[in-house]
């Protein structure tokens, strides 16, 4: 699976941006996928991650409630919107993809390249 990752940028602090990924290669549908995060000086940590049937997880109730994963199998894309963003927010966030939702989550296979989120106050 090749993964390319798009949509980060410079937003104000209560801004949105909406993550984009899109994948090529293994048939897209039949993989879980997930969204990790960098900030700087910070290890990668967990985002959030959606099964092939649509079934989703998050690393927090309080990243739930700002942040909603999806996907479009028919357009091979997997979707982090971020609402009500915050400056803590700004890292690099990374798509990823693996077999399950347990794999994605602790270990994926298949990684894309970044995307810089900014988030000034």
């Known amino acids: 699976v090749q993964l390319q990752a798009s949509g980060g940028g410079l937003v104000q602090a209560g801004g949105t941006l909406r993550l984009s990924c899109t994948a090529s290669g293994r048939t897209f549908s039949s993989v879980a996928l997930g969204w990790f995060r960098r900030a700087p000086g910070k290890e990668r940590e967990f985002v959030a991650a959606i099964a092939w049937n649509g079934f989703s997880t998050y690393a927090s109730d309080s990243l739930k409630g700002r942040f909603t994963i999806s996907r479009d199998n028919a357009k091979n894309t997997v979707y982090l919107q971020m609402n009500s963003l915050k400056p803590e927010d700004t890292a690099v966030y990374y798509c990823?993809?693996?077999?399950?939702?347990?794999?994605?989550?602790?270990?994926?296979?298949?990684w894309g390249q970044g995307t810089l989120v900014t988030v000034s106050s």
């Open positions: 990823a993809a693996d077999t399950t939702l347990i794999r994605v989550q602790e270990a994926p296979g298949y």
